[in-house]
């Protein structure tokens, strides 16, 4: 196993979460998407501090702190996601654009 | 003595003043009588301290080497450090001169708008206002330099214009007024630009330094304008002149003059015949030093001189408006004056060696002088005759001999003077004229002076019969005199009969600056049997066509005339040729376009710059779209791009 | 009282007076338009005040003619940003002490004009103080940032107070307007901002930007850039076209104040920011201006004279009469120079008298065209009049102040030698009688002719109106008649900005 398998892991993963984010229509899906994109950049992160880094610990701190902050982020988003389903009853993105020009 | 009399000298000009500001300002709604009675009060002090000042310049004034006393000189307006304009009172034969009709004049105005206006309405606002044009005209007068005499000018046009408006609600009125103001605003705006050009070559707004023979040999230059070789002095002077042409109402800018005739009697009476429109000729007269240099100057004032006291006595004999006759009439004795003042300049062929001829400046004031005084007189008695018939018609007048015994002795009196006839004034001073347009080698003009002598006897007699002899030719109700009215008429014939024995005195004393001794040209002894035999037979053709009120020949020599009369009848239709070019040329053809052009092309422009302003903002915002797919699309590119394009 | 603190009272007060009115019940209008008029009146006060403190100071201490550099009086400096070196620094000469009298007059008789405003009256007058502040501001200021500050504010509350209490076309106007003003704002800016890093001074100071000599290719490139920021406000042409709208749809005091004070910032930035600063770009661009503004001239007469609504007549009226300001400049000659200050306060009284007799008169017949009125004479003599009045002193009747200053511009711009500027003056003088066409034809439309039935039973002015109109025609006359005294505190402050100019 070298660092080139974790890379190329990580762009799939990366690519399979951009993909899922500009294709799906619900919002839960997007949201997961975004997860799937986050995590490819762990591995990143973890790959790296187990191949590279002189001290591994440095670079195992950045996904836990990825994690942390995209539960949070997850908790934020989905509040607001459910607020706006019970508000539209809907959560396809091609109808929720209030916010255009 | 003299000092303190001529230091005081504002006087003259303050008690007219003080008489318009306290009427308008706290006696605007007195009663009439005290009104009037003030007026005729304060205008008799300004009589009075200008006789004192007259008379104290004949004894003191006229005896210094310039014939001129400045009475006081104060700053008025800086320009800047080298150019200050001052107000002064500048007392020289002419000036004088003037004061003495003006003030006179105004008086006995005064005293018959007493009985003229009895009853109107805007009784106060009248005395008020005559009060405002005494002052204007007093100060113009006695101006000491241009710049000042520039403001009174401006001051008696509006109070002019403020007359012939008097009766506001009547539409002709005011279109009159507005006539008035704009056509000598018109020559006025020339006249500002040739102070302008003085002043510059000057450094001087004085008299004294403009008519200086340096100024002429400054000035004489000739500049190249595009291909077009201009003596600077001639333009200079004809400038200056223009603001004459326009307040004496000089073909082609007479057309304000007849319509003038709007305003009440007595106002065309001291205004418009007797003393602002002679302003014109006082100012060439003021000027003459300077004009008299440029040949070509002194030529186009000759020539538009006598060209219009041919023309509007042409005009004068197919009117029938009283005072519109009387209108024409002043326009020709202006012409007189003007030309007067042209041939004063020697023709280039005369062949007495002079280059100036001083007698024809002395005539031309010594004319001012007398016509003011019985023009005064025919249009005081003019406005008897108006308000006892209600009736500017003299078709509908005649047969009143009878009903109005004074005006009719009164008004022969003031038609034989003008008309030329000896002893009395018209003769004296239309004499001296001519004499000096022969003099000086003038012929044409000579003659058409001889023939618009006849002209004018003619025309004033055919408005005398038509409206004293015969029958009456309309039904007359309750004709009598005012004795407020009569009694002016009845003092002018004074100056009238008298003002002959003055010849000698005009031409000795009031004189071209510098010509103190008149100098000395023949005298055919046939002119005065001339311009009698001329003045006679105008008379008597006006007797054989209306001596007895009748104008069965007349109109049958209208119809002979036809066309011809129609052209002279309707003055030639210049009024016409002005509204073609103020209304379709002017309105139409340069500000409605401009207008066009500034809405549309000008401010289409500004709204066109908004309208693409909010049309690319309206481009920018189909970005914003709200579709969360297309931002993180565009964002994946972008990256993309950057990615590869950084490399 | 000790100068810089008057002059920082006087551009306080109407702040203090827009605060004192904030906390007012809204339908109290009585005590609001109270609040306005007294306090305004302590200003003109003040204002006077210091007119006389500075004709006997500059009595004691004339200036020398050959003084190059404008001397300020009641100079006081404070630093208020001291990264950029922005300073608080007051002072004033004799032009500004005029505009800030002139300010004075008009906004005491705007507020006694607009008395019967209703709808919104505290907003209005609130709105109305800041402007009046932020024009005091620009005057007293030195330090151009300030000035620029003081700009902004007298600019702005324009379009709050057009767009909710003006008539007709009230929304696209102020909009216009703004905009077009604010477009200025952005010249000026940028050009202020050349000034301050071309300087390598790092001070807004004007009095220390007039020492230095900037090269001669920024000179080119910047002052075109200013005079046209400052040139807008004073209406130059092309960029004259938001007066017309925006006149004609702002309730009377906006129009009085604007036109009468507003306008005159623009002329007032252009001489003494543009030419004072920049004399050899002035020298180099002087004929392309001189040629503009001569178009301004007799093009404003002329689109005047096709007018038919009162309030447009007056706009075009101003864009002809506020080129004359800018035409005495560009004539670049002493009595051009002063005869273009004359002009700012000539048409300032003037053109304010001008909006609140149309005011009034609308306030009457509801009518602003002038073919629908006629006969006001009879029926309202008074404002008639002072109608008949201001109309003469716009086509420039000797005895009025329009004459002074028209009589100076004329003379002055002859005075230039060149052709070009021979031949643009008799265009302009000719344009005299274009204005006399208008003029007349708008005052005779107005009072005279026969009145009509709906118009028999209408009321003349009444004592509160007769006081704004009264004052003002004192203004007019006593310029009019009794120049010197301006004139000569217009020399003082001319001298040194000649001087600098042809340096």
């Known amino acids: 196993m070298s660092l080139d398998n974790f890379i190329i892991l990580s762009l799939i993963l990366c690519g399979i979460g951009i993909y899922g984010v500009l294709t799906r229509r619900n919002l839960i899906g997007i949201l997961l998407s975004v997860e799937i994109i986050l995590n490819g950049a762990n591995i990143n992160f973890a790959a790296f501090a187990h191949f590279r880094a002189a001290d591994p610990v440095a670079g195992a701190i950045f996904p836990i702190f990825v994690m942390a902050v995209s539960a949070c982020e997850m908790a934020v988003a989905l509040a607001i996601i459910i607020s706006m389903y019970r508000r539209k009853r809907r959560l396809d993105v091609y109808r929720l654009e209030e916010l255009n020009g | 003595m003299a000092d303190f009399i001529f230091t005081h000298s504002y006087l003259i000009l303050l008690f007219p003043l003080l008489s318009f500001a306290l009427i308008t300002f706290f006696m605007l709604h007195w009663q009439n009588r005290t009104v009037g009675k003030l007026a005729i009060v304060l205008s008799g002090l300004s009589l009075f301290y200008g006789l004192l000042t007259v008379v104290t310049y004949l004894i003191s004034g006229l005896g210094t080497p310039d014939r001129s006393v400045l009475c006081f000189d104060l700053a008025w307006l800086n320009f800047s450090p080298e150019l200050t304009a001052n107000m002064g009172i500048y007392l020289d034969p002419i000036s004088v001169m003037m004061v003495f009709v003006i003030t006179v004049i105004s008086l006995l105005v005064n005293i018959y708008s007493v009985g003229y206006m009895k009853g109107d309405s805007g009784f106060n606002r009248f005395f008020a206002l005559l009060a405002l044009f005494s002052f204007s005209m007093l100060g113009l007068v006695v101006s000491s330099n241009i710049l000042q005499m520039f403001v009174f000018w401006e001051l008696v046009g509006v109070s002019s214009y403020a007359l012939i408006g008097f009766w506001y609600e009547k539409p002709s009125a005011v279109a009159a007024s507005k006539k008035a103001f704009i056509v000598t605003r018109f020559a006025d705006a020339f006249f500002l630009i040739g102070i302008l050009t003085v002043s510059f070559v000057t450094g001087s707004f004085d008299f004294a330094t403009l008519n200086n023979p340096e100024t002429a040999a400054a000035l004489n230059k000739t500049l190249i304008f595009g291909g077009l070789s201009v003596n600077l002095l001639t333009l200079t002077s004809l400038l200056i002149f223009a603001g004459g042409w326009g307040k004496s109402a000089m073909f082609p800018l007479h057309i304000w003059l007849p319509d003038a005739m709007e305003g009440p009697t007595p106002v065309s009476s001291i205004i418009h015949s007797a003393t602002m429109v002679v302003a014109g000729v006082y100012l060439t007269a003021r000027m003459f030093p300077l004009f008299s240099a440029s040949a070509t100057a002194m030529g186009v004032i000759q020539f538009i001189g006598a060209f219009t006291a041919l023309f509007a006595a042409v005009i004068a004999i197919t009117q029938y408006d009283i005072k519109r006759i009387l209108a024409f009439s002043t326009l020709s004795q202006l012409g007189y004056m003007l030309f007067s003042l042209g041939v004063a300049k020697v023709a280039a062929d005369g062949h007495h060696g002079a280059d100036i001829n001083p007698l024809g400046y002395s005539a031309s004031m010594y004319h001012v002088f007398t016509h003011a005084f019985f023009k005064c007189m025919l249009f005081l008695g003019a406005g008897s005759v108006i308000h006892a018939v209600h009736s500017n018609n003299i078709m509908d007048m005649g047969g009143l001999k009878k009903l109005m015994p004074r005006t009719y002795w009164s008004l022969l009196v003031a038609c034989l003077a003008i008309g030329g006839l000896f002893p009395l004034s018209g003769f004296w001073s239309k004499d001296a004229i001519l004499l000096a347009a022969l003099q000086s080698g003038h012929k044409t003009t000579f003659l058409v002076g001889l023939v618009t002598g006849g002209l004018t006897a003619f025309y004033m007699f055919r408005l005398f019969f038509l409206t004293f002899h015969g029958e009456p030719r309309s039904e007359l109700h309750d004709v009598h005199e005012d004795p407020w009215m009569t009694l002016p008429i009845v003092i002018l014939t004074v100056p009238t009969v008298t003002a002959g024995l003055l010849e000698h005195f005009f031409i000795h004393y009031v004189t071209v600056p510098g010509f103190n001794e008149p100098s000395h040209f023949g005298h055919p002894g046939w002119l005065p049997w001339a311009a009698t035999g001329a003045a006679v037979s105008g008379i008597g053709l006006a007797w054989l066509l209306y001596g007895q009120g009748k104008t069965d020949a007349a109109s049958s020599l209208k119809k002979v005339a036809g066309p011809l009369h129609t052209l002279v009848y309707n003055k030639f239709y210049i009024d016409e040729v002005y509204l073609f070019v103020t209304h379709k040329i002017i309105f139409g053809g340069i500000a409605a376009p401009i207008k066009w052009f500034d809405r549309q092309i000008v401010d289409g422009s500004m709204n066109l710059t908004g309208w693409l302003l909010q049309k690319g903002g309206k481009g920018v915002r189909l970005l914003q779209n709200g579709q969360l797919h297309f931002y993180l699309g565009v964002t994946v590119i972008g990256l993309i791009v950057i990615l590869f394009l950084g490399k | ?503």
């Open chain 3, 1 to 503: 009282m000790n100068g810089p603190l008057l002059l920082t009272l006087i551009w306080v007060i109407p702040f203090v007076i827009a605060l004192i009115t904030l906390p007012l019940h809204n339908d109290d209008h009585l005590r609001i338009k109270q609040v306005s008029l007294w306090g305004n009146l302590v200003n003109l006060i003040f204002v006077i005040s210091l007119t006389f403190k500075f004709i006997g100071d500059t009595a004691a201490a004339p200036l020398a003619v050959t003084d190059s550099l404008s001397r300020f009086q009641y100079t006081y400096k404070v630093v208020w940003f001291q990264i950029l070196n922005i300073e608080y620094n007051i002072g004033v000469d004799a032009i500004s002490v005029l505009m800030m009298l002139l300010t004075g007059i008009v906004i005491f008789c705007g507020v006694l004009a607009s008395w019967n405003v209703k709808n919104q009256a505290k907003e209005f007058f609130v709105l109305l103080n800041v402007l009046v502040a932020g024009v005091y501001g620009v005057f007293v200021s030195i330090d151009l940032f300030t000035f620029f500050l003081f700009y902004e504010i007298a600019v702005l509350p324009m379009y709050l107070l057009i767009g909710l209490w003006g008539t007709g076309k009230k929304e696209y106007a102020a909009m216009k307007l703004t905009l077009m003003l604010v477009a200025g704002s952005a010249f000026i800016l940028a050009g202020i901002l050349a000034l301050y890093f071309e300087s390598g001074l790092n001070t807004f100071d004007l009095d220390q930007l007039s020492r230095v000599r900037f090269s001669d290719s920024f000179q080119y490139w910047v002052f075109p850039i200013i005079f046209f920021g400052f040139g807008v406000l004073g209406a130059i042409f092309p960029f004259h076209t938001w007066s017309p709208d925006g006149h004609a749809s702002a309730p009377t005091a906006v129009s009085m104040l604007h036109a009468g004070v507003l306008m005159k910032l623009g002329g007032y930035g252009c001489l003494r920011v543009a030419m004072y600063l920049l004399p050899e770009g002035a020298q180099m661009w002087m004929t392309f201006f001189l040629v503009l503004v001569t178009i301004n001239v007799f093009y404003g007469a002329l689109g005047a004279l096709r007018q038919t609504d009162l309030k447009y007549i007056t706009a075009y009226s101003s864009v002809s009469h506020c080129g004359l300001v800018l035409f005495g400049f560009t004539a670049m000659t002493f009595t051009g120079l002063k005869g273009g200050v004359l002009q700012m306060i000539s048409h300032g009284l003037m053109t304010a008298l001008f909006f609140c007799l149309i005011g009034m008169i609308y306030g009457r017949t509801h009518t602003r065209t002038v073919s629908e009125m006629g006969g006001l004479m009879k029926v309202m003599p008074f404002l008639s009049v002072a109608f008949v009045v201001v109309g003469f002193a716009g086509l420039g009747l000797p005895s009025l102040s329009g004459f002074i200053a028209e009589a100076n511009v004329f003379v002055g711009s002859f005075a230039n030698p060149a052709t070009i500027n021979r031949v643009c003056t008799v265009l302009a003088v000719l344009s005299i009688v274009v204005t006399a066409v208008y003029v007349l034809r708008t005052v005779n439309g107005l009072v005279g002719g026969p009145v009509s039935d709906r118009f028999k039973e209408l009321s003349d002015a009444s004592l509160m109106e007769k006081v704004p109109v009264t004052i003002l025609l004192f203004c007019l006359f006593g310029m009019g008649i009794m120049p010197g005294w301006i004139i000569d505190l217009v020399n003082s402050a001319v001298h040194p900005i000649y001087n600098n100019l042809m340096r």
